[in-house]
């Protein structure tokens, strides 16, 4: 089965009806879990799900049947068709009556759960896709433009503009007509009409919040020729340029935006760790290290959550209001619920940190943040010492 990143919709618009949904978050993070780990995590969820529907659910026999055999069909798709790729969490959407099945492969850590439904349970899947950047490429020919968007590693293609588009005769109003005409130089007027619209395609397409920074891609001299063009909107969201042939293929377009996104990415990332460690933590308006940053998200203080991808850590969270700490407490001291041993409590961190709309950054690399804790924050209001 195929990723369907881009099919969000029929999900995030779903409307609810006498139908149960199950939804089912599985972190398959190869960093943290081996296959025989998040299988026997799955049969162990879907086990309290089936004594939750038997016991309390109060559903008649024949729905909760239903109920058991979508579950014995997620189970059989995690233990034999799914392969892990380089996901760190499994998202299914499943119906229990219709033939709604969605699977998703996330590429952050997210806490496993499984829950019954008469819609799916998309607030972690919400706050993950506005914790992602989507990124435009507009490749650019003499004859037609395309505009490619990236998001979450995916790529999608739509059509930009082609010059057979274009009026053959165009009315310049009189003032700005005699400036353009000696912007225009060599470049005949058909090709310049040509790049205005492509200017204003991309830009309505950024308007339509299809991409938050932008790629050019295409001949060298065509690129910049249409740089004049470019809205200066546009132009301070522009990462990067490479140099592409209109025909090429897709995955060549990917590969070769990738590598401008994964630089822009960690100058971004490594950008905010040497500014948290230098500047925000020793002023009070940053946390390093697990304590201080489970404290900050306990106050809803975290503006940015940045973590070493393979970090874990032991702790315990409070299973009703989601409360965590460190040290063993005999009771939540929010809602006097037992608190529960984990082993890891990072994906909790991260969960809560986007659900409270926290930006959230995994890193990589970074021999600073290593030595700084692995994991810390940059604050949303000074921190009280
Ligand atoms: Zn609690």
Request: aromatic share 10%.
């Amino acid at each position: 089965m195929s990723n369907e990143l881009f099919d969000f919709d029929e999900i995030l618009k779903y409307s609810p009806t006498d139908e149960l949904i199950v939804s089912t978050y599985l972190l398959v993070d190869g960093a943290r879990v081996t296959k025989k780990d998040y299988l026997s995590e799955l049969n162990s969820m879907i086990a309290k799900t089936r004594d939750n529907i038997e016991v309390a659910s109060g559903f008649e026999k024949s729905r909760q049947k239903n109920i058991f055999n979508t579950l014995d069909r997620i189970k059989s798709y995690v233990g034999d068709a799914y392969k892990r790729e380089n996901e760190k969490t499994l998202l299914i959407y499943a119906g229990t009556d219709s033939e709604l099945w969605k699977v998703y492969k996330l590429p952050i850590i997210l806490k496993s759960k499984i829950l019954v439904d008469p819609k799916p349970n998309t607030q972690s899947l919400r706050s993950l896709l506005s914790n992602y950047k989507k990124y435009g490429v507009l490749l650019i020919d003499r004859e037609k433009a395309q505009i490619y968007q990236i998001y979450l590693g995916e790529i999608r293609e739509y059509l930009a503009a082609y010059i057979s588009e274009v009026p053959p005769k165009v009315n310049f109003r009189f003032e700005s007509g005699l400036r353009e005409k000696k912007i225009l130089g060599k470049i005949d007027e058909k090709l310049h009409q040509f790049y205005r619209t492509l200017n204003e395609n991309i830009f309505d397409f950024f308007k339509d919040n299809k991409f938050d920074y932008l790629i050019l891609a295409g001949r060298k001299e065509i690129i910049n020729e249409f740089k004049n063009y470019l809205h200066s909107y546009l132009s301070a969201m522009m990462i990067g340029t490479f140099e592409e042939e209109p025909s090429t293929h897709e995955h060549i377009i990917l590969d070769k935006a990738n590598k401008i996104i994964s630089d822009f990415e960690s100058d971004n990332i490594n950008h905010t760790i040497d500014k948290l460690i230098n500047e925000l933590e020793p002023q009070g308006f940053g946390v390093l290290g697990l304590k201080k940053t489970i404290d900050a998200l306990i106050a809803d203080n975290i503006k940015t959550l940045v973590f070493m991808e393979d970090y874990t850590a032991r702790g315990y969270a409070c299973p009703a209001c989601g409360y965590l700490t460190l040290k063993l407490q005999e009771k939540c001291p929010y809602c006097d619920n037992t608190l529960v041993n984990f082993n890891d409590i990072v994906d909790e961190i991260v969960e809560s940190a986007l659900n409270q709309g926290s930006e959230v950054l995994p890193v990589k690399e970074s021999d600073k943040l290593k030595e700084c804790g692995k994991i810390g924050a940059v604050l949303r209001y000074k921190f009280q010492r």
